[in-house]
């Protein structure tokens, strides 16, 4: 799941729009981000609307609840400023849809307020 996402993004971070490049044959880095993590009880399954293409920085923030999204996908910085006054829209691709199911979970796991 996470292979197809990332390939549907061209490699290229949701969030802030980095593709980081791993070597001289242009190829880029990118990892699958679990909104609702995986596994548990309350646990999220491997699905598409599950996973967000992300650069290692923008994952770790989601993954430690310094990034979270709002219902119509805005990008929310808890702790800082590094995206700036703008808000910041995560990026999508027709062929892939972020569910609101799990950007809701993703909310309630780290005490955000519903929308």
């Known amino acids: 799941m996470s292979r197809r996402v990332k390939r549907l993004h061209n490699f290229t971070c949701q ?8 070597g001289p044959d242009g190829k880029s880095y ?3 981000a679990h909104i609702q993590e995986l596994g548990g009880p ?6 598409d609307g599950n996973v967000l293409c992300l650069c290692p920085n923008c994952h770790v ?3 430690r609840g310094a990034l979270y999204l709002t219902d119509d996908l805005n990008v929310v910085e808890r702790y ?4 700036g ?10 062929q892939h849809r972020v569910q609101q199911r799990f950007v809701r979970a993703h909310r309630r796991f780290w005490g955000v307020a519903e929308e």
């Open 42 to 47: 309350d646990g999220g399954p491997d699905v």
């Open 80 to 83: 800082s400023t590094e995206l």
């Open 30 to 32: 990118a990892e699958g």
């Open 61 to 63: 923030r989601l993954d």
């Open 15 to 22: 969030i802030c729009a980095l593709a980081v490049s791993v």
């Open 85 to 94: 006054a703008n808000p910041v829209t995560l990026r999508t691709v027709g």
